[in-house]
T-cell receptor, first 115, second 112 residues
Framework: GAVVSQHPSRVICKSGTSVKIECRSL??????MFWYRQFPKKSLMLMAT?????????EQGVEKDKFLINHASLTLSTLTVTSAHPEDSSFYIC???????????FGPGTRLTVL | GQNIDQPTEMTATEGAIVQINCTYQ??????LFWYQQHAGEAPTFLSY????GLEEKGRFSSFLSRSKGYSYLLLKELQMKDSASYLC?????????????FGTGTRLTVIP
């Protein structure tokens, strides 16, 4: 099946620093990738839709200047959490849409802890 | 908007059958997905329904009724490793990007 990787899997950073998370589709091209966050025992919340070569579309309430998304190629999207605060601590998950079966496949997630 | 409901928790016995229901309301329905998520891990794809009826995949089956806004995931011959959260997600073409919107998930506990 389609494989999506995320790096890093875990990151701990100090408040005020920026953290970059990479999402890669390993064996297919993804014109669209999605970024979600998930708090403990809660469902996935869509943050933004990332389209290759164009600006990301952010969901209501998500600060685009804080969560920078770049989709530079058909296999890579990055999410940068800028000036991180403890309330940004969460599980961030990306997914990539595989067009031939029109299904989203998820990466393994990145657990961010901001001290 | 989207309104997706599923039970918060369920418990079932190893070897038994369990049905997890999901109801939804959405303006631009374009498919329903079921995902399995173990604690601390990302969701894994289980099934996809876009037409009415039953889709069977080994021990897992998923059913859809578009007129009723209803789906269920059926798990047979339960195993301890099936203990996980099961997420119902609806794809909505109304957003323009065919985004997925998730229910809160059903936490299934399989007991011996």
């Amino acid at each position: 099946g389609a494989v999506v990787s995320q790096h890093p899997s875990r990151v701990i950073c100090k408040s005020g620093t920026s953290v970059k998370i990479e999402c890669r589709s390993l064996d297919f091209q993804a014109t669209t990738m999605f970024w979600y966050r998930q708090f403990p025992k809660k469902s996935l919340m869509l943050m933004a839709t990332s389209n290759e070569g164009s600006k990301a579309t952010y969901e209501q309430g998500v600060e685009k200047d804080k969560f920078l998304i770049n989709h530079a190629s058909l296999t890579l999207s990055t999410l940068t959490v800028t000036s991180a605060h403890p309330e940004d601590s969460s599980f961030y998950i990306c997914s990539a849409r595989e067009m031939t079966v029109d299904t989203q496949y998820f990466g393994p997630g990145t657990r961010l802890t901001v001290l | 908007g989207q309104n997706i409901d599923q039970p918060t928790e369920m418990t079932a016995t190893e070897g038994a059958i369990v049905q997890i229901n999901c109801t939804y309301q959405t303006s631009g329905f374009n498919g329903l997905f079921w995902y399995q998520q173990h604690a601390g891990e990302a969701p894994t794809f289980l099934s996809y329904n876009v037409l009415d009826g039953l889709e069977e995949k080994g021990r897992f089956s998923s059913f859809l009724s578009r007129s009723k806004g209803y789906s269920y995931l059926l798990l047979k011959e339960l195993q301890m490793k099936d203990s996980a959260s099961y997420l119902c997600a609806v794809r909505d073409r109304g957003t323009g990007a065919n985004n997925l919107f998730f229910g809160t998930g059903t936490r299934l506990t399989v007991i011996p």
